[in-house]
C-alpha cells in the first residue's frame, strides 16, 4: 500500500490516502446485482438506458459504442434494469492512474485511456460512477439500493468518485455519503475508503 498527496491546481493538497487495490470478486457483483433486478446491459439496453439517462439530466451522455467497448474491457460497466429499461447504473473500475486523473480532472469518462482503467483481472484502486438514474420511483429505489450495497460489500476498500449532474443526483449523493471534491472534474463528488467495519456489515 502507498501513500500519495493529491494537489489541485493550484497547489493545495486535496488529501493524502493509502492508495488501496483490491480484486474484484465479479460473480459476487454480478450476484449482488441481480438481487436488485440488475443486468449487463447488451447494446440495446445500454443505448435505451442512455437515452433514459439524457431525458431525465438533461444531459449528453456517453455514446452506448462507449459504454459497450469499456465494459467489454471492465467485465462490469454497463448495468440495467427493467424490461423495457427502466434503470441504468455506468461504474467503471479505475487504475491506480485512473484515480489520480479523476482527482486530478485529466480521466476522459466518454473514452479513457486504457491507463486509467482497471481492465478486467487486473487489480483495481477505486470507482467511477458515470451515472445510476431510473425513470419511476420503483427503479430509482433499485438502483440507489445497488448503488448502496455494491459500493459497501465490492468496492468499500477504494474510493469512489461520481459526478453531481443534477441537484437531485447531489442530494442522492450525498446520502450516500459522498462529498463535493475540488480541483478534478467537473461537478466532482468523492468518498473515501470505508472504515473496515462498515465494509464487514454488508
Known sequence: MQSN???????????????????????RLAQRAEEFGFRRG???????????AEE???????????????DSLTGMTGWVTGSPVDGIFISVPLSVAGVAAVRDGSFVPAWPSLAHICVEGEACGGVYIGIYAGSNKDARRRVMMAAAVVRVDIFGAVPCFARGATEDGKRSMASLGFQPIEGGLSDLWGQDPLPQSQEDAA
Open 5 to 27: 498527496p493529491y494537489y489541485t491546481r493550484t497547489g493545495r493538497i486535496l488529501w493524502r490516502l493509502p492508495m488501496s487495490e483490491i480484486q474484484i470478486d465479479y460473480a
Open 56 to 70: 431525465l439530466t438533461g444531459q449528453v451522455m456517453a455514446t452506448p459504442e462507449s459504454i459497450t467497448w469499456i
Open 42 to 52: 447488451e447494446f440495446l439496453d445500454l443505448k435505451a438506458g442512455l437515452q433514459l
